[in-house]
């Protein structure tokens, strides 16, 4: 049994692969990280009868990203050391890029109608250099891309593809557009994050969703996450926009 993206599995979850096969010298593989855990799920490996210790192995070269793009994510991590998800601790030492490229830009303006002309100008100039699919918009919300940035793009005579699944993003023509979280495991040339400011990413939730400090704290902590798995998407090129406060979780 093969599993990736681990660190997004519950306790269940695990248990019910463990169950699938029966222990032996090669009977499950696991691929995860999680720096890059953005569903809030966590499981110990060992306690669901996934024995590891002394049988992993730490990945430390990002074939994708750029070294700026990577250094920048990693930036956004604010220092965060997560668990091994195993019950230990890890980190990024080591961890590097062999791609080298232009350092991301992050525009920040006063007005919402000023950072959609800079939507648009870079959306613009990207389409210039190469196929529109190889051009993401990503924003934090389904409704963010609904009630601004679709019509944005649309009013502007750019054909752009909603990506909801794995097939639009690669056949379908069209700029692609998609929430931060429906990104994750896909990969673009060129990516813009728009809509990259304070109430919005981190995302303001109610009193109610974060009744105390250690949920508010954890929200934090993902929000910093999807803004990491978010910016490592692009391969080549990542633009980072917003408007109003800006975003306390940039570098």
């Known amino acids: 049994?093969?599993?990736?993206?681990?660190?997004d599995l519950r306790p269940a979850d695990l248990r019910f692969l463990r169950a699938l096969v029966p222990p032996s010298r090669n009977d499950l593989f696991l691929v995860g990280d999680a720096h890059q855990?953005?569903?809030?799920?966590?499981?110990?490996?060992?306690?669901?009868?996934?024995?590891?210790?002394?049988?992993?192995?730490?990945?430390?070269?990002?074939?994708?990203?750029?070294?700026?793009?990577?250094?920048?994510?990693?930036?956004?991590?604010?220092?965060?050391?997560?668990?091994?998800?195993?019950?230990g601790e890890d980190d990024l030492a080591?961890?590097?890029?062999?791609?080298r490229g232009p350092a991301p830009t992050v525009h920040h303006f006063v007005r919402e109608s000023e950072e959609a002309e800079a939507v648009l100008e870079t959306v613009r100039a990207w389409r210039q250099q190469g196929p529109d699919r190889e051009v993401?918009?990503?924003?934090?919300?389904?409704?963010?891309i609904a009630s601004r940035?679709?019509?944005?793009?649309?009013?502007?005579?750019?054909?752009?593809?909603?990506?909801?699944?794995?097939?639009?993003?690669?056949?379908?023509?069209?700029?692609?557009?998609a929430t931060m979280h429906r990104v994750k495991g896909l990969e673009f040339p060129r990516v813009l994050l728009a809509g990259v400011q304070e109430g919005t990413v981190p995302l303001a939730l109610s009193d109610d969703a974060l009744p105390d400090a250690a949920a508010r704290e954890d929200h934090a902590l993902q929000e910093r996450r999807l803004l990491f798995v978010a910016a490592t998407r692009a391969r080549d090129e990542l633009v980072v926009t917003g408007y109003g406060v800006r975003s306390s979780l940039l570098p």
């Open 136 to 144: 993401c918009l990503a924003v934090r919300t389904k409704e963010l």
């Open 94 to 99: 080591g961890y590097r890029s062999l791609r």
């Open 37 to 87: 855990r953005i569903y809030g799920h966590v499981a110990n490996l060992s306690a669901c009868g996934i024995e590891t210790r002394g049988r992993s192995v730490r990945l430390k070269v990002n074939y994708r990203t750029t070294e700026p793009i990577r250094a920048w994510a990693v930036k956004v991590l604010g220092g965060m050391r997560p668990d091994d998800l195993d019950g």
């Open 149 to 177: 940035y679709l019509p944005l793009l649309k009013s502007a005579g750019i054909p752009a593809v909603l990506v909801q699944t794995k097939a639009e993003a690669d056949l379908a023509d069209g700029v692609r557009l």
């Open 1 to 7: 049994v093969v599993i990736d993206e681990t660190q």
